[in-house]
Structure formats: C-alpha cells, structure tokens
C-alpha cells in the first residue's frame, strides 16, 4: 500500500511540470517586435514595391488601369458571351455607375496604401541594412514610389490614408488632403531627386525600370498640372512654371520626341529617346485583352486573344485617316497603326496589326480571319461601334464577337515574347504635351509645340490650338497608357455621354472609399455622392 | 488477502445455510449477454443490505433472509428481481434495457444517462450507426440527431465534412464542434498537408478525423446545450462531439475475435445530360473529328474493400481490444483513391483492490491519399470537372492534343500527380484512483501526432496552363507536422445524503498545438516522367535542409531583383533580424526551387469544476465554470470565463403527474456562455514579421523560372484588444415516454447569441496586411427548435418494428450589426471573375444573397441587391425505420433539408446559352433558348435546394449457427448508400458544402454554392460480419 502511495504520488506530480504556463508565443515563425523595427533588407523591400507596382492590380487590365482607362471614352468592355461579365463589373465601371464594393476600388486602394506604408518602412531611419548598392538611392526610390502611390491616392480619392509607423497599429492613420497632401508627395519627390540617379537618354533602358531624376520630375509636373483640380480651384501660373521647369530639365537629360515611323518602338523592350521609366509588368494583358480569340501566336499563344476591350468610334474618329478601314497606305496618321492586310501580313507581324484594328482582319498568310465557328464562323470583321453591350439573345454571340475596334500599343511578337514584362509608364511625349498644356493655361500659345509632335507623327499641322484640341492631341498620343480619366477631367469632358454611357455627375470624377475604412478610419469622409 | 476473505465467507455461508430461514449467505455471478458485468449492483429488496459484482462479475451477499429477493441492477440493463427461496447460489443474466432512456451517455469528464441528463445531450451507439462506405466518423451519425447537419463537402473519399451543431455561429472558416476522442480534445485543423496552387486552383482540406476507423466507435455523444459544452469553455461553443472507443469489456473471458469485410460497389448517381457529337455539331459547334463522352472518361465505377479484424478479452481484472484495419477505397472519378490502415488498442486494468484503474488508448493509422485535378476555385478554363462538361465532344480523347485556351480532360488527367501520405497517432493513457468510496482522482496525458507529405505535379506535357508548367513542369512539395500533448487532472467527489446526491468535479489541463512544416515548390525538372519530378523536388529539398539553419525561407535559381547574378542560393533568416545570407551549394537538377518553413505552438490552459446534486431524484441541479487561458490572446483578454448552470424537473415522479400515462417526463432548463477561437489563427494579437508576400510564401516562381524578390511582410498587427468570440446559449427542453416508453420523444427550445464576432476585415489602410482580425459589435442570433421521436410499432418475441423521426428547425440572422456589408460566396468560371453571390448584412442570415433579380420577361438588374433567400436549411430532418423478424432485419434511413436556396454557379458557369457552340452544353439549355439579358450572378441560378434523401437502406440476415461451433456469429447485410434523392433542384445534387472557399474575403465561408462538386457516388455494400 505504501509502495501504490509513493507511486501515485508520483504520477499526480506529473501535471505539476506542465502546469501553470504563461502562455506566451515563442519566436519560433515569426519575429515578434514592440513595434516596427526597420526592414531586414531595403534592397529587396524596394524591388519588391517595384514588383508590387508592376503587378497586381497596379499592373494588369483591373485595377488601377481599368478605374482610368475603362471609365473613360477610350475603353469599353462588352460582355461577349460569358466572356468579361464578370458580376457587371467592366460595364459598371465604364458607365461609372461603380459602388464602393466595386473589387477594382477596394483593390487599387488596397494595393496603392500598401506601396505607402511598405515604403515608409523603408524610408524610416529605422531601416538601415541593405545586401547591396546605395542606401541612399533605394530610400529615395522608395521616397518616389511613395510620392507615385499617393498621387494616385489623391488623384482618385481626394483623401491620402498616412500611417506613422512607429505609433502602435491601433493608431488611427491620419489622412492627408487637398495642399497638405500636395505638400507631402512635394516634399518626397524634392528629397527623391536629390539622390535619385540621373540617368539620360542614351543610358540603357534597363536603368529606367527604376526610379530616376527625370522620372521623379515628371511626376512633379504631373502633380501640378493636376493641383488645380486637386484643391478645386483655377489653374495656378506659379503651378505651370513648375510644370514647364521640370520637363525642361527632362529635355536637359536629353529625352526627346521618337523619330518619325518610331511610335510604336517606344513600347519594345529596347531603348529609344521616349522612355522614362517603365514597369517590369506583363505586356499579355495589354496586347491580348484586345485580340479576338483567333489572332494567336503559333507556338508561344495558340489560344489567341482574350477578345475583351474596344474603343468607341468616337475616339478612334480623332485621327487622321479613313473611318471605316485601316490598312497600310489608308492615309492614316502614324499613332493609329495598321491593320495588315495580304499585302503585309507575314509570319514576324503574324498577320496582326498594332494600334487601331478595324473591319477585316487577316491570318499571317493573308487568308482572311473568321470569327469562331459557334458564332457561324462569321467573317471576323472588327466593327466602328460597338451596338451593344450585354448578351439577350444568341443571334447577339456573332455581333458581340466582333464588335468594336481594337486597340493597343504593345505587339505579340517583340524580342522578349508576348508576355514580355516591360510597359511604359512614363515618357517624353506626356512631358511634352504637359509643358504644352501649362503654356496653354499660363495663357500662352501651344500651337507651335502640338504641331512639332504632330509632324514627328506623321499628322498634319494645326492652325490654332484649343483646350479641345490639346485634349484631342493627349488622346491620340497617350491611348492605353492611363493617363485619360485624369485628362477628361481637368478639361471637364469626363462626366459627357458616350457609347454606351449616359451623362454623371461630377461626383463621379472622385472614386468612392471603400465602406471598411470609412468606418474603422473617422478620419476618412465618405466622398460625396456614394 | 481478499481471496481468504472470500474463501472464509464462502465457509460461512455454507455453515449458516443451515440456519434455514434464519439469515444466510448468497453468492453468485451476473453477467450479461457477452460475459461477467462486474459492477452490478444486488440488493436484498427493501434493505440498504446491498453490495456491488466485482470484476469478474461474482457477487457475495451477507445476512439475506430466506424468504427475501434480490434485486440485480446495472446502467444499461433492465432491473431483474429474484427470490431467494432459500437458495445460495444465484446467477443471473441482465438484459439490455430496452428503453433509451437508461442508456448511459458520456459527458464531458464523466457520464450520466439520458434519465439524469441535464443538458441536451444526445448519444448514438454503434447499432444505429450509418452503415455502408464510411470513410469518416462524423458520417456515422449523419441525420440520427436533431439539430446537427453534417455534410460531407463532397464524393471524394476522404472529403472534409462539416458539422454544425444548432446552426451556424461564427463568420469564420472553422465552425465545427470540438471532438474528443476518448477524454483527448483533439485540434479541428487539417493534419493532412494542404496542397498548393500549382495552376489549378486550390483544393479543400482533407477531414482530420479520417484517421480513426468507424469500425473501433463504440459511441459517439452530442453535447448541444451550453450547459453541456460549457466544460469545455472556449472550446465549446459550436457543441461538442465526444467519440468513445470500443473495449474489451463486452468480450467475456475467453476472448472474441471478431472480423468484417465490406465490398463496396460505386459508381455516379446523376451526370449531365450534354450533347452529344452530333447534337453539339448540330448546335454549331466545330467538328475536330473525334467522338469522346468526357464524362464517361472521368467517371468510373469502382469496387473497394473495407477489413478490420479485431480481438477483444475481458479478463477479470480488466480488458483488451485491439484491432486492425485495411481500407481501399476507390473514387468514381479516375485517379482517386483513399488507402487506410489503422491499428488500435484499448486496454483497461485494475490495481489495488480495484482502486486504482488505468486505461491505455492508442491508435496508429496511416492514410494514403490520390487526388484529381479537382478544385472549387478553378477559374474560366477550369478544372478537370469543368472541363468534362465544357469540352467539345468531338475532340479526341489523346493527352497530347490542345484544346487551348481550353483544357483538354485526357491531358489534365495523364499529366497531373497529386499524391498525399499521413501518419498519425493518438494515445492517451489515464489513470484514477479511489483515495475512498467518495474521493477519486484521474490524471488523463494525452498525446497526438501526425506527419503528413503531400506532392503536386504538374508534367511540362501539360496545356493550357499560364504559369510556367508548360514545358517545364511544376511541383509542389507540402510537408505538415503536428504535436498536440494534453495534460489533465480532475478530482471528483461524490456523496449521497439521505434524500440528495452531491457530484463535485475540479480540474486542471493544459494542452499545446504544435505545427511545422516546409511548403517547396519547384519548376524546371529536365524530365517529364511524374514520378521523377516528385523524387527531385523531394530529395533537392532534402539535400539543401541542413546546408544552412536558422532559416524561415530559402530559394535556388535566379532571383528577379538581381538576374545579372545568375542562381544564388539565398537564405531568409529571421533572427536575430530578419537578414539575407548566401550559400554554397552543389547544383540542384531544378531550375528554381522555393522552401518556406513554418513552425508555431498554441496553448491552451484551463481550470473547470462541475456541480451536480440531485434531490429526492426529482430536482438535478448543475453548474459548471471553466476557465481558459490561450496563447492567442494577449494582456488581459489572455483568460476566458465561461459559466453555465441547468436544471431538470423529473416530472413524472412527482404525485401529480399520472405515471401511467407518464412514463417519463422531465423538464430541463439550461443557460451557460461558452467561446470560440478557432479559426483565428496563430499570434493574430502581437506584431509579427515575416518573409512574405501579400497572401503566398515567402519567394515565389515566375512563369519564367525566376523567384520573386524577397521581402519582409508584418503578418499580424499589435492588437491588445483582441478576445475571445463569446456565445450565450439559453434551452428549455423536455422529455417524455408513453406507454412504459414505447413512445419516448423529446423536444428542445433553444437560442444562441454570439457575440464579439470575430471577424477577418479588411484592415484599416495603409496596412501591411490587406486583412486583421477584430472583434466586431454585433450579434449572430441562431434560435430553434428540436424534436425527436422514437416508436415500437411492433414489439414482440419475433417481430420487432421502430420508427424513428429527428427535426429540427433553426433560425439564423446576424443583428446588432453595423460594420460593413461583406461581400462573400466568392463564385469562380468564365466571366465571373471577382463575382460575389452573398452578403454578410445586418438584419438578414449569414449567407444571404446578394443578386441581380430577374422579372418574368428576364429583364436583369443592374446592379445586385439583398435577398430574402439564403443558403441555410432552416429544417433538417431523418426519418429511420428499422424492423427485424427471427433472424432477418432491415432499416431505411432518409435525411431531408428543406427552406434553403442553392446557387447554381455550374449552370452559371458553364451551362449559359451564349456559350453554346463554343463549349459543350445542356440539351435542356438549347431546347429552351432561354436566356437573361447577361450572364452576371442573377437570381436566374438560383433554385430551392430543399431534398429527401435516401441515405441508406440496410438488409442484413444473422446467420444461425449451434452453439457448439468456431463460430459465435455471422451477419451478412447488403447496404445501399444515396439509392433515391427527390429534389426539384436541376442540378445532380442539392447538398452541397457549407465551407469556407478561399478567396479575397479573407476567409469569410460560403454556403450552398454548387459549382464542380466532385459528385457523391451511389454505393452498395454487402458486409460479412464474423465473430468467433
């Protein structure tokens, strides 16, 4: 009995070595910190805020691209078949009917607030380890990284979240607005170029996926052709002085206007006179969202394009050519492209133009293309306008698959292959035509400078030039490239009708905030309207 | 000692017999069907004179009058009385009682019976278990109780099930009871390694409780009611689930071998009704040539086999059962297949004059899983499912042949590998000790571990496939390790008083949840042999572990941020600062090959007490309060405390209740506050830092073999104010039998109110993290009602006939609420990218609509807008009828769900009119050229789910055999599973998964949205049952 005493004893001792534990969590997957601590490598944390930008919804046809490209009269998205319903969301957005449940707000404001404050993580005196290169010139990158997503912040929402991290994450972030906000994406920008790198023209283009002085003072000019619109008031002639300083310290680096019959090379992956700074993102997107199903690349896309966006006549109507066809030697304007016809249709073209595709397209043999046999194997002409949006009924399937003209700026087949990761975000002609435009708003005369980039392209010269004109002018240059919401705004031409779209109102120029931050973040006012 | 003792009363006896009618000795044995009850109680009718079998059933009873009678009694078994009659020797056998409401029902840390049961506690014991293909436990009681839906995600074997007890309470991804397999709490999370998106969206997890054999359940209790789940505390909120095994006690002395086989025959309920070649041509489809029935190429019928064989001995001073289990079973689709093999042991003995007993429980399984390209998440070109339906039937049915950008099914299929391996043990080993008649202790260590390895493959053969597998191949490499240890002791005293019973429990446990793991992907093999590619990715990862250490995450192959460097080996380490370091290291034959590791322990540490008094055995009062410490939480949300307290009124022994009308009647009255955490995850309170990316591993690889540049991701954010989901359950209930409980039923109110729900929300921007948890101000109201009914039509020496009908109505809404909408039920396929189809909304169910509404005319809404339906049944109900006549018997079992909708998303997907031509389609969908004015999420797709199903029906024959021979029993049955379902839903099947689809609603579940189910076969069993 004594021994079974012992024993027991023994055995109900055993809890005592596990028992009353303090329950905390051990290091073991994660490092546990107060607070923020610095990033273990800015070198990586910058190419990943690059990548970030190149991808996502910063970097694809949804997101970013399509609240400022769908929602203007440059893009629509008809639903063909099944294809591109996608829960009304690209009719929504073209028709600007969006709600701020709309997945392109919630996530352009997700992914461009985490490119802040992942910046700031870098940008702290905290961060101060780097594998390689120049600290210095990685926080300044991150500084215009910064600057780039909270222009966007503020150019679609009025309101720029900003989170000091190193107050505990229960802290409230504070929101920037109207000259504060302008104040802060200044002040980044001037401490940016101060250490950016200053890489010319004739640098290689591999130094122009990343930030650079000049890419740095294109945003600066950006920023205050825009301020007007930002603080709601009248155009400022101190404003457009900065404008003009900064492109011509752009020009100083060299960058000029592409040579005529060079347009469409700004956009390959090798270098050219234009290019500012680009994105490593996946040109796929841009080039096969347009292209019917039956335009492919043997060997690399069999499946062909992804048939989705078309322009609308009206926008293809501002170039110079013939209204209904777009072959080679139509008279056409250089910036509208080409369809290729049996004359020039070849297996380094695939029998695929670039720019503007409209009426018949071809196979790389000049054999005609047809539409796909369950639409009746139609002749794939690519209609002006696009009659109508949504499927009612299936002798719509032939129409709505090949409605509407197509158009892009980045060919298949480029050295690097169609899904190539290498798209423009900022070049010359943009600099150029803002200095235009802020002579123009200074009350000068752009007429000279539009007709010099007219003639470069291959259009005739103007008379005069009028506010129409100059937005006409951005129009026919910058298509697909995302900077057309912005410009039908400051001209006040984005709220007008179009294809397929009614009239809105102007509280439609400002995107809604998504309803979970409005609620957790008083500082946030939902924005009128919504 | 104790034998002299028995020796000298045995001689005492034997002299006093002579004493005639004077008081003598009787002695004897009790026992039951199968052997010696040890535990019986005799008493001399009338006296307190009483005393209880030992355990090997013998009993000795001292100074019992000649003319007395003994009264035998046992848990369980029907009361017996015999009259002495001057005899010395009496044996006696007990028969199982035949009323339910004696059966003993196992509670949390202890038992009671459904007679003295306080709470709604409902208990299902292996004879009316679910019979045929059972490839989970939870199957076994599927539709037996009221108020528990269980539904099993889909057909696949293994499948992940889900159990909701009392409708749904959280917003979470994990709803499910806490199980407790004999006293061990065991972790809801998966023990099978997830698999990784590899191109094909992701797959569901497998269910963690596949590891223990149906076959060794002796029982399984329900605890529904707070009062009963509130033991259980943080724990208990969704209800309780507690399995217990079988053991030897039942075998008698001489051991019992016992051995079943089932032969299962499978094959698809219901396929689509597609065109055929001509019929697709005819429709303007293209002809490629070919002729192929893509369904009929994936679907296959099967034969598996289920064995077990078991041993069990009841030898006086205690019992053994071990036994041994093989299954094979066979999916319907082509390369699925489920490989079960499971020992177990359960051992009881009794030191110590019975004082001290000490029980070991112990099961090994190894499980081997092979799974299809099959996935709930797969987009516009699908899965292999999908592309069954969508392909054009003219297409030949050759691996090598494009359907781009389409998938081609015999591709999918002859390139793709996903195979899965999980060993697991569980153990526990208890021992308790009598101090005196009243004070015992138990000490319960419980020990549960699994590894589990699973390899994806994609070979560069394959097509259609955007991510850089084409021509490359692609492998995904996911290794899962878990540890659970459990320590508890619990004190319990008990007293009788002269009119009232006082039952006392306190007790500590403390419990950890380790998991680790290494998620490895790698492309680029040289080689397009499947199992080549698994070997490389398997052994580069092994010869590269142990090269460097300290690390979190490491990559081999050319990194994106500096390509001019060609393949590094770099090394993410964590500590002590997150750093960046190289390696040398000897080329790997993989282009590019990703390691991300994760290790992490939750706790979890408690003290609970139980009080139980009974008075006058008419007024059973408990209380019980738990207190839980987790490691989730922080400061002072760290401690949970969760109350409860019930009484029950046994009506029908008081005065006024007419017990002739009145066998049984007894009101229970219930309320207690239990919590939840599951699905919170680990450390979301504190600020975590890893290597990551926004919602993937650390270093990723690019379609063009590249890894992604590294960097550094705060997975969780400072939140001191984090705490436990908290939900108050209130019940009344009531039980009654008629006619000495031939007719027993019983009925239960209910209402529960979860509140502090925690919720995973976008996280106020700028964040890291696109997501964090909070605790949200509002409440998930779930109220009900349950009815259970039980009947002998027919109850005589050879006919036996039973009825028996479960239903149970809830109700669900989520008030109080004024966070934002949610969007949620994500749904997936062409042209539905980012679509939602539900909405988490104040004042309307979880899992509402949220639709376009179409009218008469199929004019469609532009925008969507909140309905009144939802994907919730608010009545489930069985019905089962069992009959047996001498030796045969025969049962049908039918479970029904009515008042929910289902969403259609395969009809929306895939069987759209404007897709016709392009893709295969649906007779129907032609004929009736029918067709919205978009193919947006509409009410169009959405269809009432309400069906009947028959479950099972079971004809079994017990062999009759001599007594002299080998054999003591033989049972042959035919069991059919799924024979009939009447719906009026257009689709194959109604009953779809109530789980979490992962997408970009940060883990928000989805109900009753039927896309690419992997379909629920028909099966039919024939079983042999043998013991000897």
């Not at chain 1, 215009?144 to 994450?169: E, G, K, S």
């Not at chain 2, 590294?710 to 009344?732: D, G, I």
Request: with cysteine; hydrophobic share 35%; charged share 20%.
């Amino acid at each position: 009995m004594k021994r079974s005493i012992k024993f027991l004893s023994l055995f109900f001792l055993i809890p005592l070595i596990f028992s009353c534990t303090d329950l905390e969590i051990e290091p073991t997957d994660s490092l546990i910190t107060d607070g923020f601590a610095g990033v273990a490598d800015v070198q990586s944390e910058v190419t990943n805020l690059t990548n970030t930008i190149a991808g996502g919804d910063l970097g694809n046809q949804n997101g970013l691209f399509a609240l400022n490209e769908v929602s203007s009269d440059e893009y629509i998205v008809p639903t063909r078949g099944t294809d591109w319903g996608d829960n009304g969301r690209w009719l929504a957005i073209h028709r600007q009917t969006w709600a701020p449940d709309l997945f392109d707000i919630t996530q352009a404001w997700q992914q461009l607030n985490s490119i802040t404050i992942n910046a700031t993580r870098v940008i702290s005196p905290k961060s101060t380890v780097t594998a390689g290169g120049d600290i210095n010139i990685q926080k300044a990158q991150a500084r215009f990284y910064r600057a780039w997503a909270m222009n966007w912040i503020l150019d679609m929402w009025r309101q720029v979240p900003y989170r000091d991290i190193d107050l505990p994450n229960s802290a409230i972030p504070a929101v920037l607005t109207g000259q504060v906000a302008i104040d802060s994406i200044v002040a980044d920008l001037n401490a940016a170029i101060t250490d950016l790198p200053s890489v010319s023209a004739g640098n290689g283009i591999d130094m122009k996926s990343t930030p650079t002085k000049a890419a740095a003072r294109h945003l600066l000019a950006k920023l205050h052709l825009n301020k007007h619109v930002y603080l709601g008031s009248s155009p400022d002639a101190a404003d457009m002085q900065v404008v003009i300083d900064n492109v011509d310290a752009i020009t100083a680096d060299g960058y000029e206007l592409a040579a005529p019959g060079d347009f469409f090379d700004i956009f390959r992956p090798s270098n050219d006179v234009e290019t500012i700074w680009w994105s490593p993102a996946d040109a796929g997107p841009k080039t096969w969202l347009t292209l019917h199903y039956n335009q492919n690349f043997p060997g690399f896309n069999d499946g062909g394009g992804w048939n989705g966006f078309t322009t609308l006549a009206e926008f293809y109507d501002l170039f110079e050519g013939p209204s209904e066809t777009n072959y080679p030697g139509d008279g056409q304007e250089e910036r509208r492209g080409v369809v290729h016809d049996p004359s020039t249709a070849n297996e380094d073209n695939l029998g695929i133009g670039l720019g503007f595709l409209i009426n018949q397209q071809y196979e790389q043999d000049g054999t005609p293309l047809d539409a796909r046999d369950n639409v009746g194997g139609v002749p794939l002409v690519f209609t002006r306008e696009t009659e109508q949006a949504e499927f009612t009924s299936p002798a719509d399937n032939s129409t709505l698959e090949t409605s509407g003209i197509r158009m892009f700026k980045y060919h298949p087949n480029e050295e690097g292959g169609d899904r190539r990761r290498h798209i423009v975000r900022y070049r010359y002609a943009d600099a150029f035509l803002m200095k235009a435009e802020a002579m123009f708003r200074m009350g000068g005369d752009a007429t000279a400078m539009i007709n010099e980039l007219r003639t470069r392209r291959g259009a005739s010269v103007l008379g005069t030039v009028d506010a129409a004109d100059l937005l006409a002018e951005r129009g026919r240059e910058m298509y697909q490239e995302q900077t057309r919401r912005q410009d039908l705004i400051r001209f006040g031409q984005f709220l007008r009708a179009w294809n397929l779209k009614d009239a809105t109102d102007e509280t439609r120029q400002i995107f809604p905030i998504p309803i979970a931050d409005v609620l957790a973040n008083p500082n946030l006012t939902q924005n009128p309207g919504y | 000692m104790k034998i002299t003792l028995l020796k000298s009363l045995l001689l005492l006896g034997a002299f006093v017999c002579f004493a005639a009618v004077q008081a003598q000795t009787v002695s004897g044995t009790v026992s039951d069907s199968s052997g010696p009850l040890p535990g019986a109680s005799v008493v001399v009718k009338g006296t307190s004179n009483g005393t209880q079998t030992d355990f090997d059933g013998n009993y000795t009873l001292n100074d019992v009058a000649g003319d007395a009678t003994l009264v035998f009694s046992y848990i369980g078994f029907a009361s017996q009385e015999v009259s002495v009659n001057g005899q010395t020797t009496i044996n006696v056998t007990l028969q199982e009682d035949a009323t339910a409401l004696d059966e003993v029902v196992i509670i949390g840390y202890g038992q009671t019976t459904v007679k003295d049961a306080t709470g709604a506690v409902a208990s299902v014991s292996a004879e009316d278990f679910n019979g045929g293909v059972i490839s989970s436990p939870e199957q076994l009681i599927q539709g037996k109780t009221a108020g528990v839906q269980i539904t099993q995600t889909s057909g696949e074997p293994g499948a992940g099930i889900t159990l909701r007890i009392r409708g749904t309470g959280s917003v979470r991804a994990n709803n499910s009871p806490l199980f407790v397999i004999d006293g061990v709490p065991v972790t809801n999370e998966a023990v099978s390694a997830s698999g990784s998106d590899i191109g094909a969206g992701s797959s569901g997890p497998r269910n963690p409780l596949n590891f223990l054999n149906p076959n060794d359940i002796e029982s399984m209790s329900i605890l529904k009611d707070a009062s009963a789940t509130a033991i259980y505390g943080s724990r208990g909120a969704n209800g309780v689930v507690i399995i217990t095994t079988k053991s030897g006690k039942g075998a008698g002395v001489n051991g019992q071998w016992n051995f079943t086989t089932n032969l299962n025959i499978a094959e698809v309920r219901e396929t689509y009704d597609l065109l055929t070649t001509e019929e697709f041509i005819d429709a303007g489809g293209a002809n490629l040539g070919g002729a192929t029935d893509w369904q009929d190429f994936i679907f296959r019928s099967t034969a598996s086999t289920d064995n077990n064989l078991s041993y069990a001995l009841n030898y006086g001073k205690g019992n053994v059962r071990a036994t041994f289990g093989y299954a094979k079973q066979f999916g319907i689709i082509e390369d699925t297949e489920l490989e079960r093999i499971t020992g177990r042991i359960n051992a009881n003995h009794r030191f110590f004059d019975d004082k001290l007993r000490v029980g070991l429980q112990a099961t090994v399984s190894r499980i081997n899983d092979q799974a299809p390209f099959v996935s709930r998440t797969s987009g516009s070109t699908g899965d292999l499912l999908a592309a069954s339906l969508y392909s054009n039937p003219t297409l030949a049915a050759s691996p090598s042949l494009s359907a781009a950008p389409d998938r081609n099914p015999a591709n999918l299929l002859a390139f793709y590998q996903d195979l899965a391996n999980t060993n697991r043990f569980l153990g526990n080993l208890s021992l308790e000790y009598s101090f005196t008649d009243e004070f015992s202790a138990k000490v319960n260590l419980g020990y549960d571990t699994s590894e589990s390895e699973r390899t994806q493959v994609v070979g560069p053969q394959i097509i259609a496939l955007n991510n850089g597998a084409e021509n490359n191949g692609r492998a995904a490499l996911n290794n899962l390790e878990t540890e659970n240890r459990l320590v508890e002791v619990t004190f319990n005293y008990s007293k009788e008083f002269e009119n009232s019973n006082l039952d006392a429990l306190v007790g500590y446990s403390f419990q950890d949840f380790n998991r680790s793991g290494q998620n490895i992907l790698g492309q680029g093999f040289g080689t397009k042999n499947l199992n080549e590619i698994s070997n490389v990715i398997s052994s580069s990862f092994e010869d590269t572990r142990n090269i460097v250490s300290g690390y979190q995450a490491y990559g081999i192959g050319v990194f994106e941020d500096q390509p001019d460097l060609g393949s590094q080996f770099r090394v993410l380490n964590l500590s002590p600062q997150p750093n960046i370091t190289t390696a040398d290291f000897n080329g790997i034959p993989i282009d590019a090959l990703t390691v991300d590791t994760f290790d992490f322990t939750d706790e979890l540490q408690s003290f609970f007490a139980r009080v139980n008094y009974t008075l006058k055995d008419k007024y059973l009062f408990t209380a019980t309060v738990r207190a839980d410490g987790s490691s989730r939480f922080g400061g002072d949300n760290q401690y949970g405390y969760f109350p409860s307290a019930a009484f029950a009124w046994k009506l029908n022994e008081e005065d006024f209740i007419n017990d002739e009308a009145f066998s049984t009647l007894k009101l229970r009255l219930s309320w207690g506050i239990t919590g939840n955490q599951d699905g919170l995850g680990y450390g979301q309170f504190l600020n975590r830092t890893r290597w990551g990316r926004l919602n993937a591993d650390a270093l990723g690889i690019s379609a063009n073999s590249q890894i992604t540049a590294p960097a550094t991701l705060e997975v969780a954010f400072a939140n001191p104010e984090l705490k436990w989901e908290e939900t108050a359950q209130y019940a009344l209930g009531l039980d009654f039998g008629f006619s000495n409980d031939r007719l027993t039923g019983t009925i239960d109110f209910y209402r529960r109110e979860t509140s502090d729900i925690l919720l995973n929300l976008p996280a106020v921007q700028p964040a890291t993290a696109p997501f964090a948890f909070q605790n949200v101000d509002g409440v998930i109201v779930n109220q009900g009602v349950e009815i259970g009914l039980d009947y002998d039509i027919v109850q005589n020496d050879q006919f036996y006939w039973n009825a028996n009908l479960n239903f149970a109505y809830n109700q669900n809404e989520l008030t109080d609420y004024d966070g934002p909408d949610i969007l949620a039920g994500q749904v997936y396929g062409q042209g539905l990218s980012n679509a939602f189809v539900q909405i988490l909304t104040n004042g309307s169910s979880l899992f509402t609509y949220n639709l376009r509404n179409v009218d008469q005319d199929l004019n469609v809404d532009t925008d969507p807008s909140i309905q009144d339906e939802n994907g919730l049944p608010t009545m489930n109900a069985g019905f089962s009828t069992t009959a047996s006549y001498k030796n045969w018997d025969a049962s049908l079992f039918f479970t029904g769900q009515f008042d929910f909708h289902v969403y259609n998303n395969t009809a929306n997907a895939l069987f759209a009119l404007p897709q016709v031509g392009s893709r295969n389609n649906l007779q129907s969908v032609i004929d009736s050229g029918v067709a919205p004015s978009s193919q947006n999420p509409s009410t169009f797709f959405l269809e009432k789910g309400d069906f009947v199903r028959l479950q099972t029906a079971s004809i079994g024959y017990n062999v009759p055999l001599s007594s002299e021979g080998a054999l003591k029993s033989l049972r042959l049955s035919l069991t059919g599973q799924n024979l009939l379902l009447i719906t009026d839903y257009s689709g194959p099947d109604p009953e779809v998964s109530t789980t979490d689809i992962p997408g970009s609603t940060g883990g928000i579940p989805s109900a009753a949205i039927d896309y690419l189910a992997y379909p629920r076969p028909r099966t039919v069993t024939l079983g042999v049952n043998v013991t000897f």
